[in-house]
């Protein structure tokens, strides 16, 4: 098989690179060994909330300078200050291209609530979702707080707590589900995309309508469990018309729609495009001629192997198992290529989980343009993005999306830049 | 000293991540099955402890595999369910459950009936007689015995086919043996066009993907012995062994040493079905020339939707047969999206899975009816019944539209 560009990993990093390469007319082919980290996101994308030194970041642009002074190999400084504006701007519109709705900026935070009801600056957010401009600044007096019975990924005790902190009144209400179905007093495995295809039949929602109307009362708000909209991506604003009140949702427990949904519309975009991806496959072996890659093969196509011209390893990080952590050693299993660790596994991780975790900063080393290297030498048609890279903490600098998306999108342009000098 | 829990699969690996729940299509419908996480590796763990922690209600799992096709671990949670099944359950299997998985015992006595045995199968009174004693459900469609079973077919044509300068092996498969001929008649049409001869393998048996489902893992493991035995001898003789059929593929190189733990090793890279042979030989080999092949000139473009199957879905293949149909001229073909279409091969027969099984495909049938297409395509025999039981539309092999647009 050949492709142009060949992509190990299809989630955010692997899908934003294929989608910006397929429009600019390259033939990309995904490779993905399972479903991606993405399916895990509370509904928003993080650009940068911290520096390493611990202090809070509002202006993520500003922020760089100082970023720069604390970890000069970060992956955003190798990016550059321009590039990373120019970046952060292309991947929103990515997003929303791909009918991702978002809202916010990379010129300021805005704040979102975690699903322990916790406030957290963020860059994008689903337009669907409650945010704000201000920390701890919601616009609502009053609101109905909306649980379903035996749904167990959504903790409304936290939020309530958290409004009640804030002095906005909270009304509780609990539904069953079983009255919501078509089929009525059918059980019901209440998980996040169950409930989510129940909504997405018109006649459930209208009875969901029905039962719901009467408790909202002078409520300004109607606020959900963010488990809505798997097919029909703008139910929110339905319910919103047919109750007759603002209606949002907060983030649950994962696995979660809006991450599930985002991961299929990316796919779907990519698809459109014109590009293939391979689901479910395992890159096996892969061959290099003098510093270049020159075929892979996988488990699921065998003696077929793959040749592209170039080549993008986004294989995340430890739970995608882009990175294998061993009794010393931290490695990339797929093309061996150099891992920046630290050699004392004593040093790897914190005792306190809340702590920073220096294996979170684990990961592949590269040069100035994101070319993978091993033993000491650049892999001219490898480039490397996303989670895989080293030098970033993403829980702790609240960084993981922003570096997904824009050392992708660096990459891609980085291949198509080659290829016009060439 | 031997460790008394000892687990022969990767239950271990499993980060409880709970993206295969997910994916599977039988918990979106049926909250008696525990799924494929809680089914799989979680109760693993209580089982190897004690064999009676084994839950029945693992029965529902459908072996589509599509819990480890979304797994970001690789843990084989389809393999675990199985395995638990043939190993710990306690329920016997029915008489019913005999008739739906002895394909071979059921097909060689049905042939030479097969005029009165379709007829009589199609009958309401018989539909209804079969619901309510051996609870088969009365609203499927049984697929239609041939009269002539296609290795008489095939064997008639012996001479012909041994005058190609290359020749194969082809796995038929109990469906085109008994029940579709056809579609190997298009197999033989398109090789040939090829310049491939096609044989029989030594001995095929039924590649038992049903038996193993309805637990029957001492016969299922018998016949694969039976056709290993004949896969290695043509592999031997430098034959590659092809197959039209995806489930029969997938069972032969994965579920043989999976879950039957008979050693494939060294002949599963030659089994293969004919969609990846041919993307394969075309780029390998100078003599498989797709110019010289003449296709039939339609006019006005045929609108294909292809549906991948759980099972060419696991095997990662569903590459090559879109791009078999993409070499014909004029067609139109749109992907379906990844749903299941709920039969899980003998599975939707049975009267208690039915309207689980309808409600699993309805996302597939609604996009097929709302299509406007003029035919659907699939490389499956048991999605094509499911198919054509459930919406308006046509269902074809990927072979078949090939063979059907060469010209005589």
């Known amino acids: 098989m050949i492709f142009d560009t060949i992509i190990i990993g299809g989630g955010l990093s692997g899908l934003t690179c294929g989608i910006h390469l397929q429009k600019a007319g390259k033939r990309c082919v995904i490779i993905s060994s399972g479903q991606s980290a993405l399916h895990f996101s509370s509904g928003s994308f993080d650009l940068l909330n911290t520096l390493p030194d611990g202090r809070s970041v509002s202006d993520p642009v500003q922020s760089l300078d100082e970023l720069q002074v604390q970890n000069p190999s970060h992956p955003y400084i190798k990016i550059g200050k321009t590039d990373f504006i120019r970046l952060a701007e292309k991947s929103q519109q990515l997003l929303t291209d791909a009918s991702i709705s978002v809202g916010g900026s990379y010129q300021r935070n805005h704040y979102r609530l975690t699903p322990f009801a916790i406030t957290k600056p963020t860059w994008l957010t689903m337009t669907d979702y409650v945010s704000s401009d201000q920390p701890d600044s919601l616009p609502w007096k009053n609101v109905c707080l909306v649980h379903f019975t035996g749904y167990l990924d959504f903790h409304p005790d936290f939020f309530q707590g958290k409004f009640q902190e804030l002095g906005i009144k909270v009304q509780n209400v609990e539904l069953d589900l079983t009255k919501v179905s078509i089929r009525k007093n059918t059980p019901l495995e209440v998980r996040s995309t169950n409930i989510a295809r129940l909504f997405d039949n018109e006649e459930a929602l209208d009875n969901f309508v029905r039962l719901l109307a009467h408790k909202v009362g002078d409520a300004d708000a109607v606020l959900l469990p963010a488990c809505l909209g798997l097919e029909r991506t703008n139910i929110v604003n339905i319910l919103s018309r047919k109750l007759g009140v603002e209606v949002k949702l907060l983030a649950t427990f994962p696995p979660t729609v809006s991450g599930i949904r985002a991961q299929y519309l990316l796919k779907q975009r990519f698809m459109q495009l014109g590009g293939t991806y391979m689901l479910g496959d395992t890159v096996n072996k892969v061959d290099f001629e003098n510093n270049h890659i020159s075929k892979i093969f996988t488990v699921n196509h065998g003696n077929i192997p793959l040749r592209g011209e170039e080549y993008v390893l986004c294989s995340g990080s430890f739970f995608s198992e882009g990175l294998v952590a061993l009794p010393n050693d931290v490695v990339d299993p797929i093309c061996g290529l150099d891992v920046d660790y630290i050699s004392d596994r004593k040093e790897w991780f914190a005792s306190d989980v809340f702590d920073q975790q220096n294996y979170e900063s684990f990961g592949i080393r590269t040069d100035e343009t994101f070319h993978g290297i091993k033993n000491g030498q650049a892999i001219s048609n490898l480039h490397v993005c996303g989670a895989s890279l080293s030098a970033f903490n993403a829980l702790k600098e609240g960084c993981g999306g922003g570096v997904s998306m824009l050392t992708a999108l660096y990459v891609a342009e980085d291949i198509l830049r080659q290829k016009e000098n060439k | ?408």
């Open chain 2, 1 to 408: 000293m031997e460790s008394i829990n000892k687990s022969d699969n990767n239950f271990e690996q499993c980060l409880k991540c709970t993206i295969c729940t997910v994916y599977c299509p039988v918990l979106a419908v049926n909250p008696d099955f525990p799924g494929p996480k809680h089914g799989g590796p979680d109760q693993e763990r209580l089982r190897l402890k004690m064999p009676s922690f084994y839950d029945e209600a693992n029965k529902y799992c459908m072996n589509c595999k599509r819990c480890e096709v979304a797994c970001p671990s690789n843990v084989r949670v389809g393999d675990i369910i199985q395995k638990a099944k043939l190993k710990y359950s306690r329920h016997k299997p029915s008489l019913r459950d005999f008739f739906l998985s002895h394909t071979d015992l059921v097909g060689t006595l049905s042939s030479p009936f097969a005029p009165i045995v379709n007829k009589v199968l199609s009958w309401d009174v018989t539909k209804q007689v079969m619901d309510t004693t051996i609870h088969v459900d009365k609203h499927r469609i049984f697929p239609e015995y041939s009269h002539e079973k296609f290795v008489s077919w095939l064997e008639k044509q012996a001479g012909e086919q041994k005058k190609f300068a290359h020749q194969l092996c082809y796995f038929h498969g109990c469906y085109v043996n008994y029940n579709f001929p056809q579609l190997g008649k298009d197999f033989v049409k398109v090789m040939n066009a090829f310049g491939y001869g096609v044989q029989l393998l030594e001995k095929e048996k039924c590649c038992g993907v049903a038996l193993i489902s309805n637990g029957f893992a001492g016969q299922a493991r018998r016949q694969g012995e039976v056709n290993l035995r004949s896969i290695r001898k043509a592999v031997s003789e430098n034959m590659p062994v092809v197959a039209t059929s995806s489930t029969c593929t997938m069972t032969i190189r994965d579920e043989y040493p999976h879950i039957l733990n008979l050693k494939n090793a060294d002949v599963r890279d030659h089994v293969e079905l004919a969609t990846r042979f041919i993307y394969r030989m075309i780029n390998e080999s100078k003599d498989f020339d797709l110019s010289k092949l003449k296709f039939i000139q339609r006019g006005h473009p045929l609108k294909i939707a292809y549906h991948t199957p759980c099972h060419l879905e696991k095997l990662g293949w569903e590459y090559y047969s879109i791009e078999l149909l993409r070499m014909i001229p004029d067609v139109e073909i749109t992907v379906l999206k990844p749903n299941c279409c709920g039969i899980g091969g003998t599975y939707g027969f049975k009267k208690e899975n039915y309207e689980n099984a309808q409600k699993i495909g309805e996302p597939l049938f609604r996009e097929i009816e709302e299509g406007g297409f003029d035919l659907v395509v699939t490389d499956c025999e048991t999605c094509k019944w499911q198919i054509e039981m459930s919406t308006s539309k046509k269902c074809k092999h990927p072979i078949t539209v090939f063979a059907e647009a060469l010209t005589e």
